[in-house]
Protein backbone atom coordinates (compact mmCIF):
# COMPACT_ATOMS: atom_id res chain seq x y z
CA UNK A 1 0.00 0.00 0.00
CA UNK A 2 1.26 3.46 -1.18
CA UNK A 3 -0.04 4.99 2.08
CA UNK A 4 2.48 2.77 4.17
CA UNK A 5 5.28 4.89 2.81
CA UNK A 6 7.49 7.22 5.40
CA UNK A 7 7.52 10.06 3.27
CA UNK A 8 3.69 10.11 3.18
CA UNK A 9 3.67 9.82 6.94
CA UNK A 10 5.67 12.38 7.72
CA UNK A 11 4.13 14.07 5.46
CA UNK A 12 0.50 14.06 6.94
CA UNK A 13 2.08 14.36 10.31
CA UNK A 14 3.26 18.25 8.92
CA UNK A 15 0.02 18.55 7.79
CA UNK A 16 0.90 18.84 4.30
CA UNK A 17 -1.50 15.60 3.35
CA UNK A 18 -4.88 15.10 4.24
CA UNK A 19 -4.88 11.08 5.88
CA UNK A 20 -8.37 10.25 4.77
CA UNK A 21 -8.09 11.85 1.62
CA UNK A 22 -4.73 10.32 0.62
CA UNK A 23 -5.61 6.79 1.81
CA UNK A 24 -8.83 6.56 -0.13
CA UNK A 25 -6.67 7.64 -3.25
CA UNK A 26 -3.84 5.34 -2.24
CA UNK A 27 -5.44 1.93 -3.23
CA UNK A 28 -3.61 1.58 -6.45
CA UNK A 29 0.22 0.72 -7.06
CA UNK A 30 0.18 1.94 -10.42
CA UNK A 31 1.17 4.82 -9.32
CA UNK A 32 4.29 6.33 -7.79
CA UNK A 33 4.76 7.32 -4.17
CA UNK A 34 5.64 10.80 -5.34
CA UNK A 35 3.08 11.31 -8.67
CA UNK A 36 0.01 10.20 -5.67
CA UNK A 37 1.52 12.70 -3.50
CA UNK A 38 1.64 15.66 -5.87
CA UNK A 39 -2.37 13.95 -7.08
CA UNK A 40 -3.76 14.73 -3.50
CA UNK A 41 -2.26 18.01 -2.47
CA UNK A 42 -1.17 21.57 -3.74
CA UNK A 43 3.26 20.35 -4.42
CA UNK A 44 4.40 20.53 -7.70
CA UNK A 45 6.45 17.75 -8.77
CA UNK A 46 9.70 20.23 -7.69
CA UNK A 47 8.23 21.44 -4.61
CA UNK A 48 7.73 17.77 -3.21
CA UNK A 49 11.34 16.71 -4.38
CA UNK A 50 12.99 19.89 -2.27
CA UNK A 51 10.54 19.01 0.35
CA UNK A 52 11.65 15.34 0.44
CA UNK A 53 14.98 16.35 0.13
CA UNK A 54 15.29 18.79 3.53
CA UNK A 55 13.53 16.45 5.57
CA UNK A 56 15.86 13.09 4.86
CA UNK A 57 18.47 15.62 4.68
CA UNK A 58 19.43 14.14 0.98
CA UNK A 59 20.74 16.25 -2.00
CA UNK A 60 18.78 16.89 -4.90
CA UNK A 61 19.43 17.10 -8.29
CA UNK A 62 17.76 19.34 -11.21
CA UNK A 63 17.84 16.82 -14.50
CA UNK A 64 16.60 19.01 -16.88
CA UNK A 65 19.85 19.28 -18.34
CA UNK A 66 21.09 15.79 -17.29
CA UNK A 67 22.84 14.16 -20.62
CA UNK A 68 22.51 10.58 -20.37
CA UNK A 69 25.66 9.75 -21.97
CA UNK A 70 27.03 10.59 -18.37
CA UNK A 71 25.47 7.44 -16.54
CA UNK A 72 26.70 4.25 -15.56
CA UNK A 73 27.80 1.48 -18.13
CA UNK A 74 25.24 -1.55 -18.82
CA UNK A 75 26.17 -3.63 -16.30
CA UNK A 76 24.66 -1.23 -13.52
CA UNK A 77 21.76 0.50 -16.03
CA UNK A 78 19.85 -2.65 -15.10
CA UNK A 79 16.76 -2.34 -17.02
CA UNK A 80 14.09 -4.25 -14.75
CA UNK A 81 15.28 -2.37 -11.75
CA UNK A 82 15.07 0.48 -12.88
CA UNK A 83 11.56 0.19 -14.21
CA UNK A 84 10.97 -2.02 -11.12
CA UNK A 85 11.39 0.56 -8.83
CA UNK A 86 11.24 3.70 -10.87
CA UNK A 87 15.19 4.66 -9.52
CA UNK A 88 18.09 5.45 -11.42
CA UNK A 89 21.89 5.32 -10.82
CA UNK A 90 23.46 7.96 -12.11
CA UNK A 91 26.91 8.13 -10.69
CA UNK A 92 29.56 5.84 -9.46
CA UNK A 93 32.37 6.65 -7.65
CA UNK A 94 34.97 3.85 -5.81
CA UNK A 95 32.36 1.74 -4.27
CA UNK A 96 29.39 4.13 -4.17
CA UNK A 97 26.12 4.03 -6.17
CA UNK A 98 24.49 7.27 -6.53
CA UNK A 99 20.95 6.58 -6.78
CA UNK A 100 18.11 9.17 -8.29
CA UNK A 101 14.84 9.01 -6.83
CA UNK A 102 11.79 10.64 -6.14
CA UNK A 103 11.22 8.69 -2.83
CA UNK A 104 14.23 9.29 -0.65
CA UNK A 105 12.56 6.83 1.45
CA UNK A 106 12.31 3.56 -0.62
CA UNK A 107 14.53 1.41 1.28
CA UNK A 108 13.19 -1.31 -0.95
CA UNK A 109 15.15 -0.47 -3.98
CA UNK A 110 17.81 1.24 -2.15
CA UNK A 111 18.64 -2.58 -0.45
CA UNK A 112 17.76 -4.51 -3.97
CA UNK A 113 20.17 -2.08 -5.79
CA UNK A 114 23.44 -2.69 -2.88
CA UNK A 115 22.63 -6.79 -3.15
CA UNK A 116 22.45 -6.68 -6.99
CA UNK A 117 25.71 -4.71 -7.60
CA UNK A 118 27.44 -5.19 -4.06
CA UNK A 119 28.04 -1.31 -3.73
CA UNK A 120 26.74 1.25 -1.15
CA UNK A 121 24.02 3.15 -2.05
CA UNK A 122 23.92 6.85 -1.93
CA UNK A 123 20.47 8.94 -2.56
CA UNK A 124 20.20 11.83 -4.80
CA UNK A 125 16.13 13.65 -4.84
CA UNK A 126 15.03 14.42 -8.29
CA UNK A 127 11.28 15.39 -9.27
CA UNK A 128 9.28 12.19 -10.64
CA UNK A 129 8.49 14.09 -13.74
CA UNK A 130 11.92 14.57 -14.82
CA UNK A 131 12.59 10.94 -13.44
CA UNK A 132 10.10 9.39 -15.32
CA UNK A 133 11.25 11.24 -18.94
CA UNK A 134 14.55 10.01 -18.36
CA UNK A 135 14.25 6.63 -18.22
CA UNK A 136 11.85 6.77 -20.95
CA UNK A 137 14.95 8.15 -23.03
CA UNK A 138 17.09 6.23 -21.75
CA UNK A 139 15.40 2.97 -22.94
CA UNK A 140 14.68 4.53 -26.24
CA UNK A 141 17.25 5.62 -28.20
CA UNK A 142 16.23 5.63 -31.45
CA UNK A 143 16.60 8.33 -34.04
CA UNK A 144 15.30 9.59 -36.83
CA UNK A 145 18.32 11.36 -37.20
CA UNK A 146 20.27 8.26 -37.31
CA UNK A 147 18.44 6.62 -40.64
CA UNK A 148 20.70 6.28 -43.52
CA UNK A 149 20.48 7.42 -46.87
CA UNK A 150 18.95 4.03 -48.54
CA UNK A 151 15.87 3.57 -46.17
CA UNK A 152 15.21 7.51 -46.49
CA UNK A 153 15.10 7.04 -50.23
CA UNK A 154 13.17 3.92 -49.57
CA UNK A 155 10.80 5.80 -47.10
CA UNK A 156 10.07 8.16 -50.24
CA UNK A 157 9.54 5.31 -52.84
CA UNK A 158 12.97 6.31 -54.66
CA UNK A 159 15.84 4.03 -55.10
CA UNK A 160 19.21 4.73 -54.64
CA UNK A 161 19.48 5.08 -58.59
CA UNK A 162 17.09 7.68 -59.10
CA UNK A 163 13.62 5.75 -60.13
CA UNK A 164 10.63 7.55 -59.76
CA UNK A 165 7.99 7.18 -57.05
CA UNK A 166 5.84 3.99 -57.55
CA UNK A 167 2.12 5.25 -59.09
CA UNK A 168 0.95 2.39 -57.13
CA UNK A 169 -2.10 3.46 -54.52
CA UNK A 170 -0.21 3.94 -50.93
CA UNK A 171 -1.23 1.01 -48.93
CA UNK A 172 -0.82 0.54 -45.15
CA UNK A 173 1.99 -0.76 -45.17
CA UNK A 174 3.88 1.85 -47.18
CA UNK A 175 2.36 4.73 -44.62
CA UNK A 176 4.10 2.71 -41.30
CA UNK A 177 7.30 3.53 -42.02
CA UNK A 178 6.35 7.80 -42.62
CA UNK A 179 4.73 7.16 -39.40
CA UNK A 180 7.17 5.78 -37.34
CA UNK A 181 9.65 8.40 -39.06
CA UNK A 182 7.20 11.14 -37.99
CA UNK A 183 7.61 9.89 -34.64
CA UNK A 184 10.58 9.65 -34.02
CA UNK A 185 11.29 13.16 -35.32
CA UNK A 186 9.12 14.18 -32.37
CA UNK A 187 10.54 12.43 -30.21
CA UNK A 188 14.00 13.24 -31.04
CA UNK A 189 12.79 17.39 -31.06
CA UNK A 190 11.64 16.15 -27.36
CA UNK A 191 14.84 14.92 -26.10
CA UNK A 192 16.92 17.56 -27.16
CA UNK A 193 14.88 20.39 -26.13
CA UNK A 194 13.53 22.14 -28.80
CA UNK A 195 10.50 24.23 -29.22
CA UNK A 196 9.67 24.38 -32.65
CA UNK A 197 9.88 22.42 -35.51
CA UNK A 198 9.99 23.82 -39.13
CA UNK A 199 8.96 21.15 -41.92
CA UNK A 200 9.97 23.56 -44.79
CA UNK A 201 9.79 22.19 -48.60
CA UNK A 202 11.95 23.81 -51.34
CA UNK A 203 12.55 22.90 -54.93
CA UNK A 204 15.40 20.97 -54.73
CA UNK A 205 16.23 20.56 -51.10
CA UNK A 206 14.12 19.42 -47.94
CA UNK A 207 15.09 20.07 -45.10
CA UNK A 208 13.99 19.84 -40.94
CA UNK A 209 14.57 22.66 -38.49
CA UNK A 210 14.31 22.49 -34.66
CA UNK A 211 14.14 26.09 -32.83
CA UNK A 212 16.82 24.78 -30.24
CA UNK A 213 16.80 27.65 -27.04
CA UNK A 214 15.52 29.92 -29.24
CA UNK A 215 18.05 29.70 -32.27
CA UNK A 216 17.02 27.40 -35.55
CA UNK A 217 19.46 24.98 -36.01
CA UNK A 218 19.05 22.49 -39.55
CA UNK A 219 18.73 18.93 -38.68
CA UNK A 220 17.70 16.39 -41.60
CA UNK A 221 17.44 16.85 -45.08
CA UNK A 222 15.36 14.07 -46.37
CA UNK A 223 14.50 13.60 -49.62
CA UNK A 224 12.15 16.43 -51.57
CA UNK A 225 10.02 13.04 -52.52
CA UNK A 226 8.84 12.80 -48.99
CA UNK A 227 7.10 16.28 -48.35
CA UNK A 228 3.85 15.05 -49.87
CA UNK A 229 3.91 12.66 -47.42
CA UNK A 230 5.37 13.94 -44.20
CA UNK A 231 2.82 16.82 -44.78
CA UNK A 232 -0.43 14.28 -45.01
CA UNK A 233 0.87 12.07 -41.84
CA UNK A 234 1.11 15.48 -40.14
CA UNK A 235 -2.00 16.89 -41.24
CA UNK A 236 -4.00 13.39 -40.31
CA UNK A 237 -1.97 13.66 -36.70
CA UNK A 238 -3.17 17.16 -36.00
CA UNK A 239 -7.04 16.42 -37.71
CA UNK A 240 -6.65 18.80 -40.65
CA UNK A 241 -8.32 18.71 -43.87
CA UNK A 242 -6.35 16.11 -45.93
CA UNK A 243 -7.33 17.69 -49.28
CA UNK A 244 -7.08 21.33 -48.37
CA UNK A 245 -3.40 22.53 -49.74
CA UNK A 246 -4.20 25.77 -50.68
CA UNK A 247 -5.33 27.63 -47.41
CA UNK A 248 -3.66 27.80 -44.46
CA UNK A 249 -4.87 25.26 -41.56
CA UNK A 250 -4.04 24.77 -37.62
CA UNK A 251 -4.18 21.86 -35.66
CA UNK A 252 -3.33 20.19 -32.78
CA UNK A 253 -1.94 16.91 -31.58
CA UNK A 254 -1.44 14.95 -28.34
CA UNK A 255 1.31 12.89 -28.57
CA UNK A 256 1.83 10.11 -25.31
CA UNK A 257 5.65 9.71 -24.10
CA UNK A 258 4.98 7.26 -21.65
CA UNK A 259 1.97 5.64 -19.67
CA UNK A 260 2.12 8.83 -17.00
CA UNK A 261 2.88 11.59 -19.46
CA UNK A 262 2.09 13.30 -23.09
CA UNK A 263 3.29 16.78 -24.68
CA UNK A 264 1.02 18.62 -27.13
CA UNK A 265 1.87 20.21 -30.09
CA UNK A 266 0.47 23.15 -31.87
CA UNK A 267 0.84 22.70 -35.82
CA UNK A 268 -0.12 25.30 -38.29
CA UNK A 269 0.78 24.65 -42.30
CA UNK A 270 1.39 27.17 -44.97
CA UNK A 271 0.64 26.85 -48.52
CA UNK A 272 4.40 27.83 -50.01
CA UNK A 273 5.63 28.03 -53.98
CA UNK A 274 7.47 23.99 -53.64
CA UNK A 275 4.55 22.56 -50.84
CA UNK A 276 3.00 23.12 -48.10
CA UNK A 277 5.25 24.60 -44.62
CA UNK A 278 4.56 22.75 -41.37
CA UNK A 279 5.52 24.43 -38.37
CA UNK A 280 5.36 22.55 -34.80
CA UNK A 281 5.45 24.37 -31.53
CA UNK A 282 5.77 22.15 -28.58
CA UNK A 283 3.60 22.51 -25.72
CA UNK A 284 4.34 20.98 -22.62
CA UNK A 285 2.19 22.10 -19.15
CA UNK A 286 5.09 20.68 -17.06
CA UNK A 287 6.83 24.10 -18.12
CA UNK A 288 4.03 25.46 -16.20
CA UNK A 289 4.54 23.59 -13.32
CA UNK A 290 8.44 24.45 -12.36
CA UNK A 291 7.72 26.68 -9.86
CA UNK A 292 8.82 30.66 -9.73
CA UNK A 293 12.54 29.60 -8.24
CA UNK A 294 13.74 28.08 -11.55
CA UNK A 295 12.47 31.29 -13.89
CA UNK A 296 15.60 33.08 -13.63
CA UNK A 297 13.67 35.95 -11.32
CA UNK A 298 16.28 37.86 -8.57
CA UNK A 299 15.26 37.43 -4.40
CA UNK A 300 13.72 40.98 -5.32
CA UNK A 301 11.89 40.87 -8.24
CA UNK A 302 10.26 37.22 -7.16
CA UNK A 303 9.13 38.68 -4.01
CA UNK A 304 7.36 41.57 -5.76
CA UNK A 305 5.54 39.02 -8.40
CA UNK A 306 4.45 36.88 -5.53
CA UNK A 307 3.51 40.68 -3.85
CA UNK A 308 1.35 41.64 -6.24
CA UNK A 309 -0.21 38.13 -7.16
CA UNK A 310 -0.98 37.87 -3.63
CA UNK A 311 -3.25 40.80 -3.94
CA UNK A 312 -6.85 40.69 -4.23
CA UNK A 313 -7.32 43.13 -7.25
CA UNK A 314 -5.55 44.89 -9.25
CA UNK A 315 -3.36 44.06 -13.48
CA UNK A 316 0.04 42.09 -14.00
CA UNK A 317 1.11 42.46 -17.00
CA UNK A 318 3.60 40.65 -18.89
CA UNK A 319 5.59 42.28 -21.92
CA UNK A 320 8.46 41.06 -24.54
CA UNK A 321 8.39 39.91 -27.83
CA UNK A 322 6.50 36.38 -29.28
CA UNK A 323 9.03 33.57 -28.22
CA UNK A 324 10.34 35.27 -24.97
CA UNK A 325 8.67 32.88 -22.54
CA UNK A 326 5.62 35.09 -20.75
CA UNK A 327 2.92 32.69 -21.31
CA UNK A 328 5.65 30.20 -18.79
CA UNK A 329 5.17 33.66 -16.54
CA UNK A 330 1.86 33.89 -16.44
CA UNK A 331 1.04 30.07 -16.19
CA UNK A 332 3.51 29.76 -13.50
CA UNK A 333 1.71 32.64 -10.80
CA UNK A 334 -1.34 31.01 -12.02
CA UNK A 335 -0.31 27.62 -10.93
CA UNK A 336 0.35 29.62 -7.88
CA UNK A 337 -3.06 31.08 -7.60
CA UNK A 338 -4.74 27.86 -8.58
CA UNK A 339 -6.34 26.87 -5.33
CA UNK A 340 -9.80 25.49 -4.50
CA UNK A 341 -11.08 28.65 -3.08
CA UNK A 342 -10.30 30.60 -6.46
CA UNK A 343 -12.39 31.01 -9.78
CA UNK A 344 -9.86 31.35 -12.11
CA UNK A 345 -11.09 32.31 -16.12
CA UNK A 346 -8.76 32.09 -18.85
CA UNK A 347 -8.94 33.85 -22.66
CA UNK A 348 -6.40 32.59 -24.91
CA UNK A 349 -5.47 32.31 -28.97
CA UNK A 350 -4.90 29.83 -29.03
CA UNK A 351 -5.06 27.90 -25.43
CA UNK A 352 -0.91 26.62 -25.04
CA UNK A 353 -0.66 25.01 -21.48
CA UNK A 354 -3.86 22.84 -20.15
CA UNK A 355 -4.41 22.80 -16.09
CA UNK A 356 -6.70 21.45 -14.33
CA UNK A 357 -8.64 23.85 -12.00
CA UNK A 358 -8.72 26.64 -14.32
CA UNK A 359 -11.59 27.93 -16.73
CA UNK A 360 -10.00 28.03 -20.28
CA UNK A 361 -11.75 29.48 -23.22
CA UNK A 362 -10.43 29.13 -27.02
CA UNK A 363 -10.64 32.37 -28.34
CA UNK A 364 -13.14 31.82 -31.91
CA UNK A 365 -13.14 34.70 -34.03
CA UNK A 366 -15.37 33.32 -36.45
CA UNK A 367 -18.14 32.13 -33.72
CA UNK A 368 -17.49 35.93 -32.06
CA UNK A 369 -15.63 34.69 -29.22
CA UNK A 370 -13.47 37.45 -29.24
CA UNK A 371 -11.18 38.89 -25.79
CA UNK A 372 -13.46 41.33 -25.11
CA UNK A 373 -16.61 39.11 -25.62
CA UNK A 374 -15.03 36.62 -23.39
CA UNK A 375 -13.82 38.79 -20.73
CA UNK A 376 -17.61 40.37 -20.69
CA UNK A 377 -18.73 36.43 -20.17
CA UNK A 378 -16.01 36.28 -17.20
CA UNK A 379 -17.55 39.05 -15.27
CA UNK A 380 -20.63 37.10 -14.93
CA UNK A 381 -19.67 33.90 -13.56
CA UNK A 382 -17.78 35.10 -10.25
CA UNK A 383 -14.64 35.28 -11.23
CA UNK A 384 -11.48 36.16 -8.57
CA UNK A 385 -8.75 35.84 -10.91
CA UNK A 386 -9.00 36.43 -15.10
CA UNK A 387 -6.21 35.91 -17.43
CA UNK A 388 -6.57 37.52 -20.98
CA UNK A 389 -4.03 36.23 -23.41
CA UNK A 390 -3.19 39.85 -24.92
CA UNK A 391 -4.26 42.83 -24.74
CA UNK A 392 -4.69 43.66 -28.34
CA UNK A 393 -7.42 46.76 -28.85
CA UNK A 394 -9.16 49.37 -27.04
CA UNK A 395 -11.78 47.35 -26.10
CA UNK A 396 -10.08 44.50 -24.09
CA UNK A 397 -8.12 46.98 -22.75
CA UNK A 398 -11.07 48.82 -20.92
CA UNK A 399 -12.65 45.56 -20.20
CA UNK A 400 -9.95 43.84 -18.44
CA UNK A 401 -8.81 47.55 -16.10
CA UNK A 402 -12.04 47.79 -15.31
CA UNK A 403 -12.51 44.11 -14.05
CA UNK A 404 -9.13 44.85 -12.20
CA UNK A 405 -11.03 48.31 -10.94
CA UNK A 406 -13.86 46.19 -9.42
CA UNK A 407 -12.16 43.39 -6.91
CA UNK A 408 -10.69 40.88 -9.51
CA UNK A 409 -6.99 40.24 -10.18
CA UNK A 410 -6.14 40.25 -14.34
CA UNK A 411 -3.24 38.46 -15.54
CA UNK A 412 -2.44 39.92 -19.19
CA UNK A 413 0.40 40.41 -21.83
CA UNK A 414 0.96 43.37 -23.96
CA UNK A 415 3.72 43.31 -27.16
CA UNK A 416 6.29 45.74 -25.87
CA UNK A 417 10.19 46.28 -25.60
CA UNK A 418 10.34 47.16 -21.82
CA UNK A 419 7.93 47.58 -18.80
CA UNK A 420 7.76 52.01 -19.19
CA UNK A 421 6.80 51.35 -23.16
CA UNK A 422 4.17 48.80 -21.80
CA UNK A 423 2.55 52.23 -20.03
CA UNK A 424 2.59 54.52 -23.07
CA UNK A 425 1.36 51.82 -25.23
CA UNK A 426 -1.95 51.62 -23.27
CA UNK A 427 -2.32 55.77 -22.87
CA UNK A 428 -1.71 55.48 -26.88
CA UNK A 429 -4.71 52.79 -27.25
CA UNK A 430 -6.47 55.45 -25.35
CA UNK A 431 -6.93 54.31 -21.87
CA UNK A 432 -7.29 56.82 -20.19
CA UNK A 433 -4.24 57.73 -17.85
CA UNK A 434 -6.36 58.15 -14.42
CA UNK A 435 -7.44 54.19 -15.00
CA UNK A 436 -4.19 52.82 -15.56
CA UNK A 437 -2.27 54.43 -12.44
CA UNK A 438 -5.49 53.14 -10.19
CA UNK A 439 -5.39 49.49 -12.08
CA UNK A 440 -1.81 48.16 -12.86
CA UNK A 441 -0.10 47.07 -10.10
CA UNK A 442 2.91 45.51 -11.57
CA UNK A 443 5.05 45.25 -15.20
CA UNK A 444 7.08 41.98 -15.99
CA UNK A 445 9.43 42.63 -19.41
CA UNK A 446 11.20 39.80 -20.26
CA UNK A 447 13.70 38.10 -22.67
CA UNK A 448 15.09 34.03 -22.74
CA UNK A 449 18.49 34.46 -23.01
CA UNK A 450 21.17 30.41 -22.97
CA UNK A 451 22.52 29.42 -20.35
CA UNK A 452 26.30 28.25 -20.68
CA UNK A 453 26.75 24.74 -20.65
CA UNK A 454 28.73 24.00 -17.34
CA UNK A 455 30.54 21.21 -19.07
CA UNK A 456 32.47 23.48 -21.82
CA UNK A 457 32.52 27.32 -20.58
CA UNK A 458 35.61 28.99 -20.13
CA UNK A 459 36.69 32.34 -18.31
CA UNK A 460 37.02 35.11 -20.52
CA UNK A 461 38.98 38.34 -20.09
CA UNK A 462 37.44 41.74 -21.20
CA UNK A 463 39.50 45.25 -21.29
CA UNK A 464 37.83 47.54 -18.53
CA UNK A 465 37.03 50.30 -21.32
CA UNK A 466 35.06 47.59 -23.20
CA UNK A 467 33.44 46.55 -19.71
CA UNK A 468 32.37 50.15 -19.17
CA UNK A 469 31.27 50.65 -22.96
CA UNK A 470 28.75 47.52 -22.43
CA UNK A 471 26.91 48.52 -19.61
CA UNK A 472 29.23 47.49 -16.24
CA UNK A 473 30.04 50.43 -13.79
CA UNK A 474 33.41 50.69 -12.11
CA UNK A 475 32.39 49.39 -8.72
CA UNK A 476 31.15 46.28 -10.98
CA UNK A 477 34.58 45.55 -12.51
CA UNK A 478 36.67 44.53 -9.70
CA UNK A 479 34.77 41.33 -8.93
CA UNK A 480 33.13 40.28 -12.02
CA UNK A 481 33.91 36.50 -13.51
CA UNK A 482 32.68 36.49 -17.22
CA UNK A 483 32.48 33.37 -19.20
CA UNK A 484 32.22 32.28 -22.65
CA UNK A 485 30.81 29.66 -24.68
CA UNK A 486 32.78 27.07 -26.40
CA UNK A 487 30.57 24.34 -27.60
CA UNK A 488 31.20 20.04 -26.41
CA UNK A 489 28.97 17.13 -26.96
CA UNK A 490 27.05 18.23 -24.02
CA UNK A 491 25.44 21.12 -25.65
CA UNK A 492 24.74 23.10 -28.70
CA UNK A 493 27.22 25.70 -29.33
CA UNK A 494 28.13 25.79 -25.76
CA UNK A 495 24.34 26.38 -24.51
CA UNK A 496 22.29 24.08 -22.80
CA UNK A 497 18.41 25.22 -21.83
CA UNK A 498 17.66 28.98 -20.95
CA UNK A 499 17.19 31.38 -18.23
CA UNK A 500 14.53 34.22 -18.02
CA UNK A 501 15.83 38.01 -17.74
CA UNK A 502 13.11 40.02 -16.34
CA UNK A 503 12.20 43.91 -15.80
CA UNK A 504 9.82 44.33 -12.92
CA UNK A 505 8.25 47.55 -12.48
CA UNK A 506 6.08 47.86 -9.46
CA UNK A 507 3.54 50.81 -10.16
CA UNK A 508 4.58 52.82 -7.26
CA UNK A 509 3.38 56.46 -6.00
CA UNK A 510 6.27 58.34 -7.56
CA UNK A 511 5.35 56.21 -11.29
CA UNK A 512 1.61 56.64 -10.91
CA UNK A 513 2.14 60.43 -10.75
CA UNK A 514 4.22 60.54 -14.07
CA UNK A 515 1.40 58.31 -15.37
CA UNK A 516 -1.27 60.91 -14.35
CA UNK A 517 0.46 63.84 -16.20
CA UNK A 518 0.76 61.97 -18.96
CA UNK A 519 4.78 61.39 -18.69
CA UNK A 520 6.28 59.51 -21.55
CA UNK A 521 8.53 56.08 -21.26
CA UNK A 522 12.22 57.79 -20.72
CA UNK A 523 10.48 59.76 -17.84
CA UNK A 524 8.97 56.49 -16.21
CA UNK A 525 12.35 54.72 -16.45
CA UNK A 526 14.42 57.17 -15.09
CA UNK A 527 12.07 57.13 -12.52
CA UNK A 528 11.95 53.06 -12.09
CA UNK A 529 15.83 53.15 -12.00
CA UNK A 530 15.79 55.65 -9.44
CA UNK A 531 13.63 52.99 -7.09
CA UNK A 532 16.26 50.53 -7.51
CA UNK A 533 14.37 48.84 -10.66
CA UNK A 534 16.90 46.88 -12.99
CA UNK A 535 16.01 47.45 -16.72
CA UNK A 536 16.64 44.38 -18.91
CA UNK A 537 19.87 45.77 -19.63
CA UNK A 538 20.92 45.47 -16.52
CA UNK A 539 19.60 42.40 -15.39
CA UNK A 540 20.91 40.81 -18.11
CA UNK A 541 24.70 41.62 -17.07
CA UNK A 542 23.76 40.64 -13.68
CA UNK A 543 22.99 36.98 -15.18
CA UNK A 544 25.92 37.44 -17.21
CA UNK A 545 28.28 38.58 -14.26
CA UNK A 546 27.39 35.27 -12.58
CA UNK A 547 28.29 33.12 -15.04
CA UNK A 548 24.64 31.80 -15.63
CA UNK A 549 25.43 33.07 -19.69
CA UNK A 550 27.52 34.85 -21.75
CA UNK A 551 28.11 38.84 -22.58
CA UNK A 552 27.32 37.85 -26.30
CA UNK A 553 24.04 36.24 -25.70
CA UNK A 554 23.52 38.92 -23.51
CA UNK A 555 24.01 41.69 -26.35
CA UNK A 556 21.85 39.15 -28.68
CA UNK A 557 18.49 39.82 -26.40
CA UNK A 558 19.09 43.10 -24.80
CA UNK A 559 19.84 46.11 -26.59
CA UNK A 560 22.46 48.85 -25.28
Avoid at 211 to 231: Q, Y
Avoid at 312 to 329: A, F, N, R
Amino acid sequence: MLINSPLIRKLVHLGVLDFDKISKAGNTDNISVAELICRESDLTATDLALRASQLFHAPYLDLTDFDNRLLPDEKILNEKLIKKHHVLPISVKGKTLYLATSDPTNFDAFEDYEFNTGMQSEVIVVSYDQLELAIESLFDTSSALELTDAQLAELSGVSEAGDEPSSDEETKEDDAPIIVYINKILMDAIKRGASDLHFEPYEHLYRIRFRIDGVLHEIANPPIGLESRISARIKVMSQMDLAEKRKPQDGRIKLKINKKKSIDFRVSTLPTLWGEKVVMRILDSSSAMLGIDVLGYDPKQKELYLAALAQPQGMILVTGPTGSGKTVSLYTGLNILNKPERNISTAEDPVEINLVGINQVQINVRADMTFANALRAFLRQDPDVVMVGEIRDLETAEISIKAAQTGHLVLSTLHTNSAPETLTRLMNMGVPSYNIASSVTLIIAQRLARRLCHHCKEPEQLPQEELLKLGYTEDDIPTLKLFKAIGCEHCTEGYKGRVGIYEVMPITPGIAQIIMRNGNSLEIAEAATSEGVNNLRRSGLIKAATGITSLVEINRVTSF
